[in-house]
């Protein structure tokens, strides 16, 4: 008999194990999509990285201006309130030449505007994130590449006019740079 009640113990000590198993683990999945990106500079050429993003800001009952700086730091001044997780970031920017070679970097317009559902914003005092920073304007500033692959990369931040009582919304616009190798 003895025999007999250790395996029945045994049988029913399995069920009740294997039963809690299956309800105190929830069976959970979840997806989510990423991406992968490379880009393959060829010699005397240059790419964007990224693009000049000011993030969330909340508009005021007053003007204010948003400045992303090449280092990445945002401030504000005025009416303009910067919100939280905004993702802001200067543009950055990537090309090949060879080491100690020049170069002139300019802009299109020494300022733009960015349209959406209210009035256009203006972005303006493009700094281009050299040591040390210098102001870009349609007036070309020479460089030197210093890499010894030739290889370089650099950030531009800017300062957004944000009107009074600016229309909530999304604003966009576009820039140009341009690169002379020499």
Not at 138 to 150: L, M
Not at 151 to 157: I, T
Request: charged share 15%; net charge positive.
């Amino acid at each position: 008999m003895r025999g007999a009640k250790y395996r029945n113990w045994i049988v029913r000590g399995t069920g009740m194990a294997l039963a809690a198993a299956f309800v105190a683990v929830p069976v959970m999945a979840d997806t989510e999509i990423a991406t992968a990106e490379i880009t393959i500079v060829r010699p005397l050429s240059f790419v964007i990285d990224d693009n000049l993003d000011f993030g969330n800001v909340i508009r005021g009952t007053t003007a204010g201006t948003v400045t992303v700086a090449p280092d990445g730091t945002r401030t504000r001044t005025g009416g303009a309130i910067l919100a939280n997780g905004g993702g802001h970031k200067p543009a950055s920017f990537a090309g090949r030449g060879t080491n100690n070679q020049r170069v002139d970097v300019s802009l299109g317009a020494n300022s733009i505007f960015i349209t959406g559902p209210g009035v256009p914003m203006r972005v303006h005092t493009f700094v281009l994130g050299s040591t040390p920073t210098a102001v870009l304007t349609t007036t070309p500033q020479r460089f030197r590449i210093n890499s010894a692959t030739g290889v370089f990369a650099f950030p531009v931040g800017a300062t957004l006019d944000v009107g009074a009582n600016q229309a909530p919304g999304k604003y966009t616009g576009t820039w140009n740079i341009t690169l002379n190798y020499f």
